[in-house]
T-cell receptor, first 112, second 115 residues
Framework: LAKTTQPISMDSYEGQEVNITCSHNNIATNDYITWYQQFPSQGPRFIIQGYKTKVTNEVASLFIPADRKSSTLSLPRVSLSDTAVYYC?????????????FGGGTRLMVKP | DTGVSQDPRHKITKRGQNVTFRCDPI?????LYWYRQTLGQGPEFLTY????????KSRLLSDRFSAERPKGSFSTLEIQRTEQGDSAMYLCASSLGTGMGAGYTFGSGTRLTVV
């Protein structure tokens, strides 16, 4: 599985847009990029997944450049409740095998 | 279906005691996973079941750990002779088939504290 690198932590204020970038230089042709969110004392929760260009859902947007060696999770107009750890994972969605490999994630703190 | 359920949510035990955790997956999911998460780290894979068969185990799963999934429904994770290093959050997840996206659902975990 491709290794990912993310900032350890980020601070933001309510109402701002937050962009969290993940590097995955060794991403393979069949790999997808998946982001999870984890609140304290809860399990990770799927946010968004993409293969290339841009994906948007009701929670976030995911931007993936043409070389796919990085990706950016964009959270529009964050609120205090978006304070969480965000994990970027890379793997073959259709043959992911049996485990998810998490890195250390990015700890986002949203301040009032 | 309310998702993946884990019981208990919290467990405090003395070193050397045995503990058992339970996970009830989403009913139609055939795959069930156990992960361990220590403070400040991402979850680490422990083991995985497809239906009732345990198909993969991590090197993290020492011989003091055993997991079962009788009849391919709920699963239990037992830790024998607990050590302080076993203190962690134990997460269960389930999925229908392969994939790491929306179909992969985690429970809220069992937090184990060994004193």
């Amino acid at each position: 599985l491709a290794k990912t690198t993310q900032p350890i932590s980020m601070d933001s204020y309510e109402g701002q847009e937050v962009n969290i970038t993940c590097s995955h230089n060794n991403i393979a042709t069949n790999d997808y990029i998946t982001w999870y969110q984890q609140f304290p004392s809860q399990g990770p929760r799927f946010i968004i997944q993409g293969y290339k260009t841009k994906v948007t859902n009701e929670v976030a947007s995911l931007f993936i450049p043409a070389d796919r060696k990085s990706s950016t999770l964009s959270l529009p107009r964050v609120s205090l409740s978006d304070t969480a750890v965000y994990y970027c994972l890379v793997g073959d969605e259709h043959n992911a095998g049996n485990m998810l490999t998490f890195g250390g994630g990015t700890r986002l703190m949203v301040k009032p | 279906d309310t998702g993946v359920s884990q019981d208990p949510r919290h467990k405090i035990t003395k070193r050397g005691q045995n503990v058992t955790f339970r996970c009830d997956p989403i009913s139609e999911h055939n795959r069930l996973y156990w992960y361990r998460q220590t403070l400040g780290q991402g979850p680490e894979f422990l083991t995985y079941f497809q239906n009732e068969a345990q198909l993969e185990k991590s090197r993290l799963l020492s011989d003091r750990f055993s997991a079962e999934r009788p009849k391919g429904s709920f699963s239990t994770l037992e830790i024998q002779r607990t050590e302080q290093g076993d203190s962690a959050m134990y997460l269960c997840a389930s999925s229908l088939g392969t994939g790491m996206g929306a179909g992969y659902t985690f429970g809220s975990g069992t937090r184990l504290t060994v004193v």
